[in-house]
């Protein structure tokens, strides 16, 4: 992790401050070099004869041509459609009108932005058919699980905006499942075995590429009322963890793996098993095959959306419902999210925090839910990015930098704008009086709704170091001696007039003019974004500043030979300790939530720190972070104003 920027000049190299209004974007050789080509081609274009004209073609689809205006296009048009559409007759049949799915999760482990997928999937499936969505914990295995996780993954699917049915936890069923277990053996679809796991894994062929021919285990035609005495064993503690097991009796011909003879139950370890709802009753757990469907029965699932990774199981899944005589939902399968240059396991999560890498799980630097939500990120951001990829079988696999594209242009519409200057130098305007002092009204947005608000302006002011130069060039347009620039709103522009230095160079101070003499109009060619100094309106507002960047160098992490954790940024983050906000951020911070919409509400407890999100005007999107206090704001880089930004 990356330690506070003792030298702000260096880190502002990596951070782009966007050119000043008017300023026109400085061009590179091979800029110049292309735009020339470019001309010399149009002109022998120009001189070339006309050709027959050609029909027209369908312009190509881009994710930058505007917003998914409809939140709900993935559920109109394309694979969900057409599930709803397939399932219609038979609910129809059965009599069954309500639409009902669930959204599925292990509480052993944090959200990440995968799941997102998952959530507005399931729940908005159900909310756009008229229907409801259970929020269902999938407790079978309660040597992970922990109290933090049930709350945090509640928390995400709220903050989503979504509101459950009902909570429910597979382990409220455990009575049942285990008849149901006692059921499938008197039917003849189920035994207790015995055999070690080398042994089952030759039963199966002996591991994948072996290729062997599969073969029964030894106890598959054992007698059902001994395969019941043994399951009743196994429940009472006789047996300790792989000495005993119940199988489900499938057919071992099929091709499909998932049909070989999958295990119903297994034993745990005395320390393994005790359970936070149910705890010490239980030695004997029902496996997630086992478990998931006959959940789904139990609260009359009608879609069981999850994906493709289960797609083989949609054979034992509809097997094992058949078996036991009980209702059978629907699942299909769609493709899952990943997102490039990250990790999302939960292992590689924990050695990253292990290591010092990260803080913690809601670090903003990671992809899990809470942290994108530290960072800053929108709930309705994470929506539209959703919506907007669609649905289908296929994975879809995602580039950091378009997911950022979409939380991008999210803000630029919903979030107000402030003057922030993150590296500040100070600027004494000598002609104007020690007391001066104006008002400048500054709108808090384009939209009208947003309002706006009125600011100090006095005889010093802070600017960006970077939007000064010690030494001028006739491609440069901000402040430098004897060149002139406009304060973003302040009536009249400034000269810069000199400048001084401490012992190694660096800039200590700027003396300006304000040219305000109606005589000699002096016109700027461009205004840059300042912060004043005033006691009497608390101005500036210290802040410390935490520009986050990739975390990782590479777009796949995990290729690295040496690992994942040999392809760490050790500039993941920068730290800006002495930045500057103007006084409208205490507005800001009491009309939050910015924006008002799912999760996010006014009025509730729910609400963040990082609900208090803005625009700093030429400089990035941010959010305040829990870390603030009463003595400094602290705040954090949601993502930057453009893609490119930080490859100056």
């Known amino acids: 992790m990356a330690d506070a920027v003792d030298k702000p000049t260096e880190a502002m190299a990596n951070l782009a401050i966007a050119p000043a209004d008017g300023e026109p974007p400085k061009k590179s050789k091979a800029q110049l070099k292309k735009e020339q080509k470019k001309a010399a081609k149009k002109e022998e274009k120009a001189n070339a004869p006309p050709k027959e004209p050609k029909a027209p073609k369908a312009a190509a689809a881009k994710i930058e041509s505007g917003p998914a205006e409809d939140p709900d296009s993935m559920f109109k048009t394309g694979f969900l459609s057409e599930v709803f559409q397939e399932r219609a007759p038979v609910l129809a049949e059965l009599g069954m009108k309500n639409i009902t799915t669930r959204f599925p999760p292990e509480p052993n482990g944090f959200l990440h932005i995968g799941h997102s997928k998952a959530i507005a999937i399931n729940f908005g499936f159900a ?37 459950p049915k009902k909570v429910t936890y597979s382990s409220d069923n455990f009575d049942k499942l285990y008849e149901l277990a006692e059921k499938l053996i008197e039917k003849d679809g189920a035994y207790v075995c015995h055999c070690n796991k080398a042994e089952i894994i030759d039963q199966r062929g002996g591991g994948e590429g072996e290729g062997k021919p599969r073969y029964a285990c030894p106890h598959r035609d054992r007698p059902i009322e001994e395969s019941l005495t043994e399951f009743r064993a196994m429940r009472d503690g006789k047996y300790a963890p792989g000495e005993a097991a119940l199988r489900m009796k499938q057919n071992l011909e099929d091709g499909n793996p998932q049909m070989w003879d999958l295990f119903a139950y297994r034993i745990l370890a005395e320390e393994d098993a005790w359970h936070p709802r149910t705890q010490n009753k239980w030695r004997i757990y029902p496996t997630y095959d086992f478990t998931h469907c006959l959940c789904d029965s139990f609260e009359d699932i009608t879609h069981s959306l999850c994906t493709t990774e289960f797609e083989l199981s949609r054979v034992s899944y509809e097997w094992l419902c058949d078996k036991v005589e009980v209702y059978k939902p629907m699942q299909r399968e769609y493709g899952r999210l990943n997102i490039s240059g990250t990790v999302l396991s939960k292992r590689k999560i924990i050695a990253l925090v292990a290591g010092g890498y990260v803080k913690d799980w809601d670090d903003p630097r990671l992809y899990t839910l809470i942290a994108l939500r530290r960072r800053g990120v929108p709930p309705g951001a994470i929506l539209s990015f959703v919506n907007a990829l669609g649905v ?57 709704a947003h309002g706006e608000h009125a600011v100090p302006f006095t005889k010093t002011v802070y600017i960006e170091r970077a939007d000064f130069r010690a030494e001028d060039s006739a491609d440069y347009f901000r402040l430098a001696p004897g060149k002139s620039v406009g304060l ?161």
């Open 127 to 163: 909310r756009y058919h008229g229907g409801e969505c259970y929020l269902r914990f999938d407790d079978t295995n309660p040597k992970g699980e922990e109290e933090k996780y049930f709350v945090a993954i509640e928390e995400m699917v709220r903050w989503l905006g979504f509101k």
């Open 488 to 648: 973003m709103k302040v009536p009249f522009p400034i000269t810069a007039t000199s400048f001084d230095t401490d012992a190694s160079g660096a800039v200590t101070r700027i003396h300006a003019r304000y040219e305000n003499d109606p005589a000699a109009p002096v016109r700027p060619k461009t205004f840059i974004h300042w912060v004043a100094k005033s006691a009497a309106h608390s101005s500036p507002v210290a802040a410390e500043v935490r520009i986050f960047n990739p975390l990782f160098l590479s777009a796949n992490p995990n290729a690295n030979p040496k690992g994942f954790l040999a392809d760490i940024n050790p500039d993941s983050m920068e730290v800006f300790p002495n930045a500057m906000l103007e006084t409208g951020f205490a507005e800001i911070q009491r009309r939050a939530p910015w924006p008002e919409r799912e999760g996010e509400q006014k009025g509730t407890d729910e609400n963040g720190p990082e609900t208090v999100r803005f625009q700093g005007m030429r400089v990035a999107y941010f959010c305040t972070d829990k870390d603030t206090t009463p003595e400094k704001v602290v705040l954090n880089r949601i993502v930057s104003l453009k893609e490119d930004a930080g490859k100056a």
């Open 392 to 448: 289908t079988k296929a994975p879809t696999n995602i580039e950091i930098k378009r997911f950022e594209f979409y939380v991008r242009r999210y803000l630029e519409t919903t979030v107000p704008r402030l003057m922030l200057v993150l590296d500040p130098v100070e600027v004494v305007i000598t002609n104007l009086p020690d007391d001066h002092l104006e008002l400048v009204t500054l709108p808090f947005s384009k939209n009208p």
